[in-house]
C-alpha cells in the first residue's frame, strides 16, 4: 500500500506547471476568448516538444506510453492554468482509444501526428453532443450508436456553433456519414471502446476540475490576505476564514478520490468505472463550491470581467457539468453499490447505459 | 502507487478477522456510557488483552504486536465490519498513549502503558471547564507547589468527562504558574481519580445515557512523578493529545466504512419507496465514507514517509464528524415516521440503533475542538490567513 506518486511523476507535473505558467497566463486564457479560433498553435507545439501532447501514444508510435497514474496530475495543471486545448480529449480520450481498440491502419495513420503535436483531436460522445475545439482539430473521434469513428475533420461539416459562458470553449455539432474506413470499433467493441473513453474523459475532466478549484482558493486566499475592510485583512474576519476552510476541505477530499480513479483505470480494477464516477462527482462539486466561496469573498471585484476569477469559475462551470455531472455520477454509483431502487420492477440490463441517461 | 495490500497485510487481516468473528460478543453490548454496560465492556477490553488484540500498534513489551501503521488500519476496519463493542478505553490507548510515547519518562512509559493496555487503569479527559471549553486556554483550574510532599496540590473543577464516573485516572491540564495566562504556565498532570479531594459526579447527556463526569478537585496531591512533559510546558503536550484526537487515531476510516455499508444494509431492507434525494443522500454517505478512507491511505503515507500532519488532523475532524452526522441523517430519512422509535420499542429498526447513533454523531462536530475552531485552525495554521485582531 502507498498512495502517493512517483518522484518521476511529480516531476513532470510540474515541469507542466512550470511551462503554462508562462505560455498559458490568465492574459493568453483571454487572448483565446478573443481570437477566431479560441486556440493558441504555439502553444500546443510547445506542450508537444515537451512530450505532454504525446504522452499516452505508445512508444511504437512516438510517444511517452504513459497511463492515467501518469497523466492525472498533468491534466490538473492545466486545469489549475485553464488550458483552452483539447488536453482531455487528445491526450487522455483520443490518442489510448486508437492506441487500444483501434486497427493498426487507423493507429499507424494517426499516433505518430498526434504524438509529433501535428493532429489535434475533438471527441464526441453520449453526454456531450458538442464538440469543443471542433473548429481548430484536425481528427474528429465520433461515437454512432455502439461504433466509434475516426474522421479527419475535412470530411465533415461543423454547423450549429454554439456559444459558451467560457469564452476560450468553441463548441459545434457536426454533420457526417460513417465509412468503414474511419471505424475505430463496433459491435461489443465499439461499447468496450466508447465505455472505457467515457471513463477516461470524465477522469481527465475531473483532474481538471481539481487545478480548477485549487487555483480558485489560492487566488481567493491571496486576495483575502491583502484585501483591508474596516481596518483589517478581510481573511482575518471568521466568516470568511469559514467559507475558505470549507473549500479547502472539499478540495482536499476530493483529490485522493481522483487520483484513486486513476490507479482503478490504470490497472484495470472492477471497480474502476464506479471509482471514476466518485472522482467526477466529488471534482465537480469541489470546483463548483470553491467557485462559489471565490466569488463571494472577492465580492464586486471578483464579479468583473477584469478581473482574471471569471476565466477559471467559467472552466469550471463548463467541465462540472461536461462528461456527466455530479448528479449523474452520483447516480451511476448507486446503481453500483446499492443496485436498483428496491422494489422496483427488475429491468433488462441496458447495453448503452451511457446512451439512454445522457443523451 | 500502489493501492493494493501486500501478502503480509492479507495474512494479518485474516487473522484478524478470524479472531474477532471467533470472540465478539453474539449481541451488541449495552452502551459502555453507561455502569452496567462499562462493566460488560470492560470484560471484553480484558479479553482483547490477554489475546494481544488491545494495542496491535504498541511494542510487545506493553501488551502489542509492534504492528505497522497499515496493519493497525487493517485492523480498525475488521473491528468495525464485525460489530465489535465500542473501545471504552479509548481515551486512554488512543489519546493519552501516543502523548505517554512522545513526552513520557521511561519510567511513566513502563508504568502506565501495560497498566493502560490490560485495562487495570481507565483513563478520562481532563481538559475542559466550565470556562474552557472551545477557549481551552482559559484554563483556571491550578496546581500549587508542595515542596515538603515533593508534588502538587491541585483544585479546580473538570467537566464534560466522558466516562469519568467509571474511570481510575484523568489526564489535565492545570495551570502551575498563577501569574500567567492563557496557554503559558500550565502542566499536563496524570491524576488517580482515588486520591484525596477528588470527587467524581456522574450526569446525564443528550442520548440518554450517563456519560458524562464533572470532577471537583481540592488540594488533591500528585507527585512530581505523575507531570507529563516539563513544568509549565503543559500546552504543547496537550496540543500533541488534541492532535490525535482530531486526527486518525481516534476515529479510524474502518468506523465509518462499516456504518456507511450498514446503511447501505438498511437500504436494501427499507427503501422501498424512498424519494430520490433519500437515494442520494445514502450513497453520498457511502461515498463520503469511501473519500475518508482515501485520504486516510494518503496521510498515512505520508506519515510513513516521515512528514508530520499538524494542523492538517483539523480537516480529518472536520470531515469525519460532519460525514458521521449526515451518514445517520439519510438512514433516519430512510426509516420515516419509525425514525423516532428507540430501545426495544415495538416498531423499532435495529433497535433504535440509528437514533441512538445520529444522536451520538451530534456529539462529533462539538468534542475534541469544536468545528468553528477546526475552521479557524485550517485558515490560519493551513492556509496562512491572518489571526483576527483582539483573539476572536
Known amino acids: 500500500m502507498r498512495f502517493a506518486f512517483s518522484d518521476q511523476q511529480l516531476e513532470f507535473a510540474a515541469a507542466v506547471r512550470d511551462l503554462l505558467a508562462s505560455c498559458c497566463t490568465p492574459a493568453h486564457v483571454r487572448e483565446c476568448w478573443d481570437n477566431e479560433t479560441g486556440h493558441s498553435p504555439e ?27 501518469d497523466w492525472v496530475l498533468v491534466l490538473e495543471e492545466t486545469g489549475r492554468a485553464a488550458l483552452p486545448e483539447p488536453i482531455v480529449e487528445t491526450v487522455a480520450v483520443g490518442a489510448p482509444m486508437l492506441a487500444e481498440f483501434g486497427p493498426t491502419e487507423l ?39 455502439n461504433e466509434m469513428h475516426a474522421v479527419p475533420r475535412a470530411d465533415v461539416r461543423l454547423v450549429e456553433e454554439q456559444t459558451s459562458v467560457d469564452g476560450a470553449r468553441r463548441l459545434f455539432g457536426v454533420d457526417w456519414h460513417r465509412t468503414p474506413g474511419t471505424l475505430i470499433a463496433g459491435g461489443e467493441g465499439g461499447y468496450r471502446t466508447i465505455n472505457a473513453s467515457f471513463d477516461r474523459g470524465a477522469l481527465g475532466a475531473a483532474a481538471q476540475l481539481i487545478g480548477l478549484a485549487d487555483r480558485m482558493l489560492e487566488m481567493t486566499v491571496a486576495y483575502a ?7 483589517a485583512p478581510i481573511g482575518s474576519f471568521q466568516a470568511v476564514k469559514h467559507h475558505l476552510a470549507d473549500a479547502l476541505l472539499a478540495v482536499e477530499f476530493a483529490r485522493p478520490v481522483v487520483y484513486r480513479a486513476a490507479f482503478s483505470l490504470a490497472t484495470g480494477g472492477a471497480d474502476r468505472s464506479r471509482d471514476v464516477s466518485m472522482a467526477k462527482a466529488y471534482a465537480s462539486d469541489a470546483a463548483s463550491a470553491v467557485s462559489k466561496v471565490a466569488l463571494q469573498c472577492h465580492g464586486a471585484i471578483g464579479y468583473t470581467v477584469e478581473y482574471d476569477l471569471h476565466l477559471f469559475m467559467k472552466r469550471a462551470w463548463a467541465l462540472a457539468s461536461s462528461w456527466g455531472d455530479a448528479a449523474w455520477h452520483r447516480e451511476r454509483v448507486a446503481m453500483a453499490v446499492l443496485g436498483p431502487v428496491p422494489g422496483a420492477l427488475p429491468v433488462e440490463p441496458d447495453p448503452d447505459p451511457l446512451g439512454e441517461t445522457l443523451a | ?42 470484560e471484553w477490553e480484558r479479553k482483547l488483552f490477554d489475546a494481544r488484540w488491545a494495542v496491535v500498534s504498541w511494542p510487545a513489551a506493553y501488551g502489542g504486536r509492534d504492528a505497522t501503521l497499515w496493519e493497525w488500519l487493517i485492523f480498525e476496519e475488521e473491528y468495525y465490519r464485525v460489530g465489535a463493542p465500542q473501545r471504552v478505553t479509548q481515551n486512554g490507548i488512543f489519546l493519552l498513549a501516543p502523548t505517554i510515547f512522545e513526552f513520557g519518562t521511561q519510567e511513566q512509559q513502563d508504568h502506565y502503558l501495560p497498566r493502560m493496555a490490560s485495562a487495570e487503569d481507565l483513563w478520562c479527559q481532563g481538559w475542559s471547564e466550565p470556562n474552557a471549553g472551545s477557549d481551552l486556554a482559559n484554563v483556571r483550574s491550578k496546581a500549587v ?36 495566562e492563557r496557554h503559558k504556565g500550565l502542566t499536563y ?8 479531594g477528588v470527587t467524581v459526579r456522574g450526569f446525564g447527556r443528550l442520548d440518554g445515557d450517563e456519560g458524562f463526569a464533572e470532577v471537583f478537585l481540592e488540594d488533591a496531591f500528585v507527585p512530581d512523578a505523575n507531570v507529563l512533559g516539563g513544568v509549565d510546558e503543559g500546552w504543547g503536550v496537550a496540543m500533541a493529545t488534541t492532535g490525535s484526537e482530531r486526527g486518525l487515531t481516534l476515529r479510524s476510516p474502518g468506523r465509518f466504512t462499516a456504518a456507511a455499508a450498514r446503511l447501505v444494509d438498511l437500504y436494501r431492507r427499507h427503501g422501498h419507496g424512498a424519494a430520490p434525494s433519500s437515494r442520494e443522500a445514502v450513497v453520498q454517505a457511502w461515498m463520503d465514507a469511501e473519500a475518508y478512507q482515501l485520504y486516510t491511505l494518503q496521510d ?41 422509535l428507540i430501545d426495544a420499542s415495538p416498531g423499532s429498526v435495529d433497535a433504535g440503533s440509528w437514533m441512538k447513533g445520529f444522536e451520538f454523531a451530534l456529539a462529533g462536530p462539538i468534542y475534541a475542538g469544536t468545528n468553528e475552531i477546526q475552521r479557524n485552525v485550517v485558515a490560519e495554521r493551513v492556509l496562512g490567513l491572518p489571526r483576527a485582531k483582539g483573539g476572536r
Open chain 1, 43 to 69: 502553444r500546443w507545439r510547445q506542450l508537444a516538444d515537451m512530450g505532454v501532447v504525446g504522452m499516452t501514444v505508445p512508444e511504437a508510435h512516438g510517444g511517452l506510453g504513459m497511463n492515467e497514474l
Open chain 1, 107 to 145: 493507429a499507424d495513420r494517426w499516433l505518430p501526428a498526434i504524438a509529433a503535436g501535428d493532429v489535434i483531436v475533438a471527441v464526441q460522445h453520449q453526454g456531450k453532443p458538442y464538440l469543443a475545439a471542433a473548429g481548430y482539430a484536425d481528427l474528429l473521434l465520433l461515437a454512432s450508436g
Open chain 1, 225 to 231: 490576505k491583502e484585501r483591508e475592510q474596516f481596518g
Open chain 2, 1 to 42: 502507487m500502489d493501492l493494493t495490500w501486500s501478502d503480509s497485510e492479507a495474512a494479518f487481516r485474516a487473522e484478524c478477522r478470524a479472531w474477532l468473528e471467533a470472540n465478539v460478543p453474539a449481541s451488541p453490548l449495552p452502551s459502555g456510557d453507561t455502569a452496567d454496560g462499562f462493566a460488560l465492556h470492560l
Open chain 2, 145 to 180: 507547589r508542595d515542596d515538603a510532599a515533593g508534588g502538587w496540590r491541585l483544585t479546580g473543577q473538570k467537566t464534560w468527562t466522558t466516562r469519568g464516573a467509571f474511570c481510575t485516572h484523568l489526564f489535565g491540564l492545570f495551570r502551575t504558574d498563577p501569574d500567567s
Open chain 2, 189 to 196: 498532570f496524570l491524576v488517580p481519580l482515588d486520591a484525596d
Open chain 2, 300 to 340: 498515512v503515507t505520508r506519515i510513513v514517509d516521515g512528514e508530520a500532519v499538524g494542523a492538517r488532523s483539523s480537516l480529518n475532524k472536520l470531515w469525519w464528524s460532519e460525514l458521521d452526522v449526515r451518514l445517520h441523517e439519510a438512514a433516519l430519512g430512510l426509516l420515516g415516521p419509525r425514525g423516532e
